[in-house]
């Protein structure tokens, strides 16, 4: 193979870290390790958390955990992003080529007011509020997550749900250039929650983490968090909010129906077909930690689900 000095590369040919470990992935490994490699010799890497933009201040909200967080690196670098591949280690290496500005959410559907907003208005929209969240994948693993958001009640009062309204559906960016083109999921990747559960003050319309804005493999630039629920339905990189009448077909739901409910609440007494629920491991931790109802939330949540068969309605 060739090797090039640094000064034979044309600036326009150096590239961020995460999109020429994109290309690296996705056309071939020789032109873009090259690239990568003189890229570091001449010290050109961006570091990827002192480039990110800082939200603030951020008002502690009453509702977040005192469980000790999970560090930063892991909260970046261990995620589930299948658009971006199924490893754990994928997201955190593919996702950078997602360009997140410009940005718009239509938010749509049964609605007096449908409105499209822009990522820069969605910012502006609501006071900002750190929230410490525990979040569990229905995988047995979970993690504590300082997001930065608001209520996502405040974007769904702002287009006037109509009364028809009973639930809402979550659509996600999928661009085939720069995703995984596999049908391991029916892409884009959805998601959905009944109204009451999204109107919930506990569901966080996400906009950052550990005081930034989201890095693109945590869904940037928006996402979902529903902290009492499995990981999977936060879905991330959101480009549309719709309310709808009837119950929205989810991605993991049609991908394996008889596994993941529409509900999905964190349920250590419904096991998972292929595996216990009953315990979890906290990422840093070695003991496995008992698995809380409603992911330790119940005091907020269980009132939503009175007089409802958890196991029917898993
Ligand atoms: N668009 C999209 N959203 C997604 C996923 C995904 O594959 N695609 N994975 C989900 C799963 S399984 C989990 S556990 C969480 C992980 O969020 P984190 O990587 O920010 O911790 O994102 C959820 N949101
Ligand atoms: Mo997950």
Redesign the pocket.
């Known amino acids: 193979m060739q090797i090039l000095k640094p000064s034979d590369i044309p600036p326009s040919e150096i590239t961020p870290r995460a999109l020429f470990e994109d290309r690296r992935r996705f056309l071939g490994a020789a032109g873009a390790t090259l690239a990568a490699g003189a890229a570091l010799w001449a010290g050109l890497l961006p570091d990827a958390r002192a480039a990110a933009a800082k939200l603030g201040p951020l008002a502690r909200s009453p509702l977040s955990t005192d469980d000790t967080q999970t560090g930063y690196k892991s ?1 970046t670098t ?6 971006f591949g199924t490893n754990k280690e994928d ?1 955190a290496a593919n996702a950078g080529s997602l360009v997140v500005r410009p940005w718009t959410v239509r938010v749509e559907g049964l609605a007096g007011k449908p409105r499209t907003f822009d990522i820069d208005d969605l910012l502006k929209l609501a006071p900002l509020e750190e929230r410490i969240y525990r ?1 569990r ?3 047995g693993w979970s ?1 504590v ?1 300082p997001w930065a958001g608001f209520p996502l009640s405040a974007l769904l009062r702002q287009v006037e749900p109509q009364g028809s309204a009973k639930y809402v559906e979550f659509v ?1 960016q999928y661009d085939p250039k720069i995703m995984m083109r596999r049908p391991v ?1 029916d892409w884009p ?1 959805t ?1 959905g929650l009944r109204l009451d559960e999204a109107l919930h003050p506990l569901t966080l319309l996400t906009l950052g983490l550990y005081g930034e804005v989201l890095p693109n ?3 940037a630039p928006v ?1 979902i968090v529903v902290p009492w629920k ?8 959101i480009v549309a909010i719709r309310l709808v009448e009837k119950e929205p077909r989810t991605a993991w739901n049609k991908a394996a129906p008889n596994e993941y409910g529409f509900y999905s609440n964190v349920n250590p007494t419904v096991d998972h077909p292929r595996w216990s629920q009953a315990t979890e491991r906290r990422l840093g931790e070695f003991r496995k930690r008992p698995t809380l109802m409603f992911n330790g939330y119940a005091e907020q949540v269980a009132s939503l689900y009175q007089g409802m068969d958890l196991r029917r309605f898993f």
């Open positions: 909260v261990y995620n589930n992003f299948y658009e997201p979040l994948c229905v995988e993690m997550i996600t999921l990747y998601e493999q945590n869904g996402r499995y990981g999977f339905k936060s879905a991330k990189s």
